[in-house]
């Protein structure tokens, strides 16, 4: 259970781990030239006639928007990172989608949110909490030994 989260009256925590969230990104750019031709007008002296033409090149990338630790528990998912805290309740996803090293929280009314976790730990936890069907709560397993 990380330190500093305080939970509501019955909640437990399933899963807790460091996680990124991914962010895409665009950089824009422009690439062109000029052409024209120059008159000379008297010694070291010249007149230049030119047009700028360039055209704006976009690139997409993905990047590392912030780090920190994601929780998952039986009401909601939590994010709290260095730049960032995120918190949902599991009734306001609206969907998940998993990948082998880290799940897409799809929450309502708010963009998609990538959180990579180095596994698909945290998709499997996520989605059988959504479905009501974890027992062992982390917490259990913390104050085990």
Not at 11 to 38: D, F, K, M, N
Not at 78 to 103: C, E, M, N, Q, R
């Amino acid at each position: 259970m990380p330190m500093g989260l305080a939970f509501e009256a019955g909640e437990l925590a399933y899963y807790s781990g460091s996680a990124q969230i991914l962010g895409e990104h665009t950089q824009a750019r422009r690439v062109g030239g000029s052409a024209g031709p120059s008159f000379r007008v008297a010694k070291g002296v010249y007149f230049h006639t030119s047009a700028f033409a360039s055209q704006p090149i976009r690139q997409t990338y993905t990047a590392v928007d912030d780090r920190g630790i994601l929780t998952v528990t039986n009401m909601r998912v939590i994010f709290i990172g260095a730049k960032h805290s995120l918190a949902w309740p599991l009734s306001k996803i609206l969907s998940l989608t998993a990948f082998t090293d880290g799940v897409q929280v799809n929450p309502e009314n708010r963009s998609p949110v990538v959180f990579q976790t180095g596994n698909e730990v945290a998709s499997v936890v996520l989605h059988r909490a959504r479905q009501g069907s974890l027992t062992k709560s982390l917490s259990a397993t913390v104050s085990g030994g």
